[in-house]
């Protein structure tokens, strides 16, 4: 045991209690009526740093707030910036909670709350792991900042704006992102590359009232048969999506890639019966992880209209409406994407419905560089942490923010996430592993040690 291991040790209770405060505040980012929750949650984040002696502010947006910090005056020191969110996913459906999502609770080795895991245990690790170089050497081996923001949930659709305007002042080296999950449980990860995403809404609407279905059925348009048209002409039977020119800019991944993912722990009948399905659906001629990971994908999360109530209503509605994203990967463009999944849309609409396509959120796609030092040092601070060299994977999810690292302040980002895949992320009795809510502040401690040393200034 050395210094760090042990200041985490004896700190661990308060750790997890500033957690624990952290999670009852309820900042769901896209319900409006959370507002003040979300304010509330931002400023508790900015008096705790404070309190840890970061100079630390709430700066707005457009939508929500964003909470900056800076530790001292940059000495000529690396700098790092770490990223985190905030804000969480709704909790719904709560009757599948086994406790309430916003009240804690500690259970064999996990804290089970909504933003256990996605992400503000995760967003604290980086913040613990500042505190404990402080405590323990009473300076920090690089300059710190900070940023965590409130709209991750939602697209981040302010947070390039705000990077824009404040350029000068996030200027790093590198960004630090907790918000992936662990391959496997004692498996440390790090993540090279993460989907993009095109969030959409399909509106279709057909006679100017609604209708009933025996006296016009037959010869009228129906917008909940015209929508179901159009969603499954968008994927055909091989599971490729059928927009034109879908797959021109897609990039396979690199040769050796693929080779260290054939040699991860992977069982797909494993897989299979955790999802409690026999059959795995998607494109043909790829593997599950490269499924997950490299190839773009098209999926619907909800279609609203006419009649879904008990009992029978024999009605022709006037209007139906269905969410539909897509998942990108490098080098495929969220703005050529929107206008060719749009022209599509329109192709597959049957006579006598209008058609409107709107787009919700988009983010780019991302890959990170495993040459580069910062991962190096990553790798180093996680075998040290956890007894074994990490692996390095892709990942499906999004997180909007990372590209604008790269295009807007030029700079990589190291996923180092602590999560675990069954850590029911937007789901039902979300947690986080405390064993590795620890190991994180551990590892990430390390991590600014070796990465003061491979970035001289
Ligand atoms: N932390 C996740 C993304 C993630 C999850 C990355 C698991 C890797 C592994 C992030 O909070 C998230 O949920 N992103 C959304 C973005 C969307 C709402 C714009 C996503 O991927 O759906
Ligand atoms: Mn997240
Ligand atoms: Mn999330």
Redesign the pocket.
Known sequence: MDVIDTYVENQQQRFLEDLIAWLRIPSISTLPSHRPHIEEAARWLRDHLHALGFQAEIIPTEGHPLVYAEHGKDQGKPTVLMYG?YDV?PPDPLEKWRTPPFEPVIEEGYVYARGA???KG?ALIPIHATETLLRTSGALPVHVKVLVEGE?????PNIGSSLRAHREMLKADVALVC???MFAKDLPTL?TG??G?L?TEVEVEGASRDLHSGQYGGAAPNPLNALAKILSGLVNRKGRVTIPGFYTRVKPPAPEERRMWASLPFREDAYLQELGVDAAPGEEGFTVLERRWVRPTLDVHGISGGFTGEGIKTVIPARATAKI?M?LVPDQDPEEIARRFARKVHRLAPPGVRVQVRVL???RPVVVDPAHPALRAAARALEETFRRPPVLIR??????VVSHFQEILGIPSV?M?F?LPDDN??APNERFSLANFYSGIRAVARFLLHLAEVLPR
Do not use: K, M, N
């Not at 991750?152 to 981040?156: D, K, W």
């Open positions: 969110h996913q895991s996605d992400d995760q991750e949930e939602i697209g981040s918000d992936t999950a993540v993460l989907r995403l969030y994203s998942r959120a988009s983010g990942e499906g999810g999004s997180i909007p996923l996430g999560g992320l937007h």
